[in-house]
């Protein structure tokens, strides 16, 4: 049974520290999604990739967010500096490049005190 | 994408038919209706999509009216473990960039009770 895998699946932080969150997509897919839910927001989109080519981050805050795809089998997302506001769950998404489905992952549960 | 309604909250008894409506009265001719759930602490969930004809699978049923600006997710025995945040989504399905995106709104929250 195929999955999205993120790792770690909670982190707690200070401000100010750098946070990575990983993401493995289901393998064959190749398109990769980054999104975020918080009470006030929701589920928001902050960045998209197909054949690891980021196609829409503007979602993604740009002066401390960065989301990279090293290989196909990798997505990342970094915040540095880390603020308390970033507090919320992400979530990796995979699909295939015309599937109309997208498989998300756990989550990872971050908290910036 | 068009913008979609639906109700904040619903419940259903156990085992029986839970009917979530959904509004998207300014979609277009090549919009999808999708529909995700998401159960508490866990990541959204693919159900069902459609563009104009009902469509079954293992998990529920998609009603979408002739004129497309209304549709139902039907779950025909809810049970308690589909007690979840139900969204309604449309958007363009093509292979093409941005058109990928799902645009998540708030939702409905089925409280499924025993």
């Known amino acids: 049974d195929a999955r999205v895998t993120q790792t770690p699946r909670h982190k707690v932080t200070e401000m100010g520290q750098e946070v990575t969150m990983r993401c493995q997509p289901i393998?064959?897919?190749?398109?990769v999604f980054w999104y975020r839910q918080t009470m006030m927001q929701g589920l928001e989109l902050l960045a998209y990739?197909?054949?690891?080519?980021?196609?829409?981050d503007s979602g993604m805050p740009k002066d401390r967010f960065s989301a990279e795809m090293p290989d196909a089998t990798l997505a990342t997302l970094k915040i540095q500096p880390s603020e308390p506001r970033d507090s919320a769950v992400y979530f990796c998404?995979?699909?295939?490049?015309?599937?109309?489905?997208?498989?998300f992952g756990p989550g990872t549960r971050l908290l910036v005190l | 994408d068009a913008k979609t309604t639906q109700p904040p909250s619903m419940d259903c008894a156990e085992g029986r038919a839970a009917n979530l409506p959904c509004n998207h009265s300014t979609i277009s001719g090549n919009e999808y209706v999708y529909w995700y759930r998401q159960i508490h602490s866990q990541g959204p969930q693919y159900i069902i999509h459609g563009l104009k004809n009902n469509e079954t699978n293992e998990m529920a049923s998609l009603i979408i009216t002739e004129d497309r600006k209304s549709s139902t997710l039907i779950l025909p025995h809810a049970t308690l473990r589909d007690t979840a945040v139900y969204y309604c989504?449309?958007?363009?399905?093509?292979?093409?960039?941005?058109?990928?995106?799902?645009?998540f709104g708030t939702g409905t929250l089925l409280a499924v009770q025993p």
């Open positions: 990739f197909r054949n690891r080519a980021p196609l829409d």
């Open positions: 393998l064959g897919h190749n398109t």
């Open positions: 998404a995979s699909g295939p490049t015309r599937g109309e489905t997208q498989y």
């Open positions: 989504i449309v958007r363009v399905a093509t292979g093409g960039g941005a058109t990928n995106k799902l645009i």
